[in-house]
């Protein structure tokens, strides 16, 4: 299984993006994705995972209201779309999936985001 993320950038404060991961070598619909983020000097923390099958989706308190992940089995891809940016939301973004109720065992590359004020 392979992961590739894309859309990040430097938006100010209040400001949107979206990312997208591509998946690919694998049955799509069959596993579990996610997006985490990490930022200089802090802990990887998971931001918002959608679960294969069921489609039932976790986000972080800090995220919530904010954040939408989503999925597109037609194109393997897997989306976050931000709102609403802080600052504080400022990190390297990954995507990860995993086989049906496993761990992440696969992670694309990170994609940087910045947030100014």
């Known amino acids: 299984v392979q992961l590739q993320a894309s859309g990040g950038g430097l938006v100010q404060a209040g400001g949107s993006l979206r990312l997208a991961c591509a998946f690919s070598?694998?049955?799509?619909?069959?596993?579990?994705l996610g997006w985490f983020r990490q930022a200089p000097g802090e802990e990887r923390e998971r931001v918002a995972n959608?679960?294969?099958?069921?489609?039932?989706?976790f986000y972080a308190d800090s995220v919530k209201g904010r954040f939408t992940i989503s999925r597109d089995n037609a194109k393997n891809t897997v989306y976050l779309q931000m709102n609403s940016l802080k600052p504080e939301d400022t990190a390297v973004y990954y995507c990860?999936?995993?086989?049906?109720?496993?761990?992440?065992?696969?992670w694309g590359q990170g994609t940087q985001v910045t947030v100014s004020s």
């Open positions: 959608i679960v294969a099958g069921v489609n039932r989706v």
């Open positions: 070598g694998g049955r799509f619909s069959l596993y579990g």
């Open positions: 990860a999936a995993g086989f049906r109720g496993e761990a992440f065992n696969y």
